[in-house]
């Protein structure tokens, strides 16, 4: 198991607290840096499991920091919160893209544009202007039909 620099110690760590499983930080430490580690190496620098007990100080201190800061931003359930919806509907693009599915892709982007527009939310927009773009309520005419408009009864 070859010594990681800082840099990539610190990648992991942040990943992990990220709720990021460690097959998915193994790929993303070869992406980033081009290394390969393994799952047990990134298992290794996660304090919340029985691999992770002898991690330093600074680095618990990292994870427990970050960790704490992406769960007052993002909710406690990853899938209901927008930003971890996207994040997942990017990395399907960039996938569908890789394996040449552009259908796929179009529709990812879709539906990504959907949700940042609002699409999925009970969030709803009310006018409160008349056609004539005035404040007040436009008047109505009810019409009763059927009925003798001189006496009300019905004709």
């Not at 298992?43 to 704490?68: I, Y």
């Not at 971890?84 to 544009?113: F, I, V, W």
Request: charged share 25%; aromatic share 6%.
């Amino acid at each position: 198991m070859a010594t990681l620099k800082g840099e990539v110690k610190a990648f992991i760590v942040q990943s992990l607290a990220c709720f990021d499983t460690p097959s998915q930080v193994v790929e993303l430490v070869k992406k980033e840096f081009g290394l390969s580690i393994t799952r047990q190496q990134v298992e290794s620098h996660d304090p919340t499991k029985a691999n992770g007990r002898g991690l330093a100080q600074k680095w618990v201190e990292l994870f427990n920091d970050t960790r704490k800061r992406f769960q007052t931003e993002l909710s406690d359930i990853p899938i209901a919160n927008k930003a971890y919806r996207l994040r997942a509907l990017d990395r399907m693009m960039t996938r569908a893209e890789g394996m040449k599915n552009m259908a796929l892709a179009a529709s990812l982007m879709e539906q990504a544009a959907k949700e940042v527009g609002d699409a999925y939310s009970n969030k709803q927009k009310v006018e409160h202007t008349s056609p004539d773009g005035s404040m007040s309520p436009r008047p109505t005419t009810i019409r009763l039909v059927g009925v003798d408009p001189a006496n009300g009864k019905p004709s």
